[in-house]
């Protein structure tokens, strides 16, 4: 039954397919550590700017939580980081 859907996902390139946003978003939280460690910061200083809480933090750098947009930005701007040094090379934005 599922089969099917699978062959479909596997042939179509505009689904992203589950190995690729994994890798993805372990890229995403490997950036946002790294930013934060080049701010010379911890994560219960960056909580204190009332941006994310430390737990939220944790988690989004952990992976275990989906970092919205705006919350990119402000982590962005709090880092001094611009927003490019989170987008994988090989990624464009478009």
Do not use: H, W
Request: hydrophobic share 35%; glycine share 4%.
């Amino acid at each position: 039954m599922g089969g099917r859907c699978n062959q479909i996902e596997a042939t179509n390139p505009v689904i992203m397919q589950r190995n690729d946003y994994n890798k993805k978003r372990r890229l995403l939280s490997e950036k946002l550590i790294e930013a934060r460690e080049q701010a010379g910061l911890s994560q219960k200083q960056v909580s204190e700017k009332k941006i994310v809480s430390q737990s939220e933090l944790s988690k989004i750098e952990n992976g275990t939580r989906r970092v919205d947009f705006i919350i990119l930005l402000e982590l962005s701007t709090f880092y001094n980081q611009p927003i490019s040094f989170f987008i994988p090379e090989n990624e464009s934005v478009k």
